[in-house]
């Protein structure tokens, strides 16, 4: 990564800082939502199809931007239950994902992939519940350790049957 394409996405990240985690509504039971987690949710369709992130018990809006950042192009995981659209539309729908939110890794594989988005990052638990999210391999972003180590953690994003 050349300096002026690190320090631009440096600027990025000092940007999704500054978000913080939505509180949720009241009257949703994230607890029971959070079986859901990983579901993309489909609202509408063709121009005017609206896409949700079930991410921690919370339905998120994710705008076609930051769904290119994330998420396979040909991810044909959207769910269209009605009981589950019926929930969400009333209750259980939380702050969008941050604008540009995006995965990243630092420069040791080891250290994980994070989704960075609400002023934070979250690590992804492991290769099963990235490809249950239907994460794109093809969009993680390299960031310097000393970067990565500043950026708060979130809670770990796991599959819904491991949590």
């Keep these: 990564m050349t300096t002026k394409a690190a320090l631009s996405f440096a600027v990025g990240v000092v940007v999704a800082l500054t978000y913080m985690m939505a509180p949720t509504d009241a009257a949703c039971d994230t607890t029971k939502m959070r079986r859901y987690d990983g579901d993309l949710i489909a609202e509408g369709s ?63 594989a080891n250290l994980g992939v994070f989704l960075l988005t609400d002023g934070g990052k979250v690590l992804i638990a492991n290769r099963a519940a990235f490809d249950a999210y239907c994460f794109n391999l093809a969009k993680i972003k390299m960031v310097p350790i000393f970067i990565l180590t500043k950026i708060h953690t979130h809670a770990t994003l796991k599959l819904a049957t491991s949590i």
């Design 46 to 108: 063709g121009e005017t199809m609206k896409v949700y992130l079930i991410y921690h018990g919370c339905a998120r809006y994710v705008n076609p931007l930051t769904y290119s950042n994330l998420f396979n192009e040909r991810c044909e995981k959207y769910t269209r239950n009605a009981d589950l659209l019926e929930a969400i539309s009333e209750k259980c729908r939380c702050r969008p994902l941050t604008d540009g939110a995006a995965l990243i890794r630092g420069p040791n």
